[in-house]
């Protein structure tokens, strides 16, 4: 299988490990419209994929991800409609994840954020150079963490802190994560490419089909549980993308200045 198809992710090979890199370094890979799309698909590429048995997803440049592009909120804003479209990708961006049989490991080379954030912590492993920062700051942009953070932070760190930092947007240090358990290491960043390397290369050595069908057994709950939030979730976060909250979000940013929230 070729993945030359692809613009916005670089795909390179490594043995059986499959490499994959978000590709918008000049932009802090924030996901636009066209990385939303290939998203959602490349996971279930990755599962396909005859000649690899691992996959390491990272981002180029600074940053894992800065979440969301902001000039594609406000082409959804302007076009309310639009959202049925991202909201179906967010499901398949989540359950591809869930359902690739392959361990992905998530190689977190800077801050990770908004959905940023949510695919990294829905990968099976994280590892973090130890400046990376981590959190879903949708709140920050008058939206609902509704591509999956509610049904993967909780999880991951109980729901008391979990719904303390999605009703903050607050960002914590990947030491900080790495202690309460959101993420798996948090490293020095001089070692984060080589803790990475011998980690899948201990996988890829494995015993594949045992580690596959570890991964998709410990999923079941995780499956079960996100088919019975992310419908509501998604729509929620739907319904807050016409909000005037929003709109004063997106402005802020552009004009580089305090949100002024009114409640609306």
């Given at each position: 299988m070729t993945f030359i198809d692809y613009e916005t992710l670089l795909i390179e090979r490594r043995g059986r490990v499959l490499e994959i890199t978000l590709n918008r370094p000049e932009k802090l890979n924030a996901v636009d419209e066209k990385?939303?799309?290939?998203?959602?698909?490349?996971?279930?590429?990755?599962?396909?994929?005859?000649?690899?048995?691992?996959?390491?997803?990272?981002?180029?440049?600074?940053?894992?991800?800065?979440?969301?592009?902001?000039?594609?909120?406000?082409?959804?804003?302007?076009?309310?409609?639009?959202?049925?479209?991202?909201?179906?990708?967010?499901?398949?961006?989540?359950?591809?994840?869930?359902?690739?049989?392959?361990?992905?490991?998530?190689?977190?080379?800077?801050h990770a954020t908004g959905l940023?954030?949510?695919?990294?912590?829905?990968?099976?492993?994280?590892?973090?150079?130890?400046?990376?920062?981590?959190?879903?700051?949708?709140?920050?942009?008058?939206?609902?963490?509704?591509?999956?953070?509610?049904?993967?932070?909780?999880?991951?760190?109980?729901?008391?802190?979990?719904?303390?930092?999605?009703?903050?947007?607050?960002?914590?240090?990947?030491?900080?994560?790495?202690?309460?358990g959101l993420i798996n290491h948090a490293v020095p960043a001089a070692q984060l490419d080589e803790r990475v390397r011998q980690f899948a290369d201990r996988l890829a050595a494995g015993a594949t089909k045992a580690i596959r069908w570890s991964k998709m057994s410990a999923n079941i709950g995780l499956k079960q549980l996100a088919h019975s939030i992310m419908d509501a979730s998604l729509a929620f976060e739907a319904m807050s993308n016409t909000t005037s909250d929003h709109q004063e979000a997106v402005n802020a940013f552009r004009e580089k200045r305090a949100a002024v929230f009114t409640g609306r």
């Open positions: 990385m939303h799309a290939e998203l959602a698909r490349v996971f279930v590429d990755v599962s396909n994929d005859p000649d690899s048995d691992i996959a390491v997803l990272t981002g180029a440049g600074r940053s894992f991800s800065s979440g969301g592009d902001i000039e594609w909120m406000q082409k959804m804003i302007d076009n309310p409609a639009s959202f049925e479209k991202t909201a179906r990708e967010g499901k398949q961006i989540v359950f591809s994840l869930l359902d690739c049989e392959k361990p992905v490991i998530a190689k977190l080379n800077g940023g954030a949510t695919i990294a912590l829905f990968c099976d492993v994280i590892f973090a150079s130890e400046n990376a920062k981590i959190g879903d700051p949708h709140v920050s942009v008058g939206f609902v963490a509704g591509d999956g953070g509610a049904v993967i932070w909780p999880q991951l760190i109980g729901y008391a802190r979990a719904k303390e930092y999605l009703m903050t947007g607050d960002l914590m240090l990947a030491t900080e994560a790495a202690r309460i």
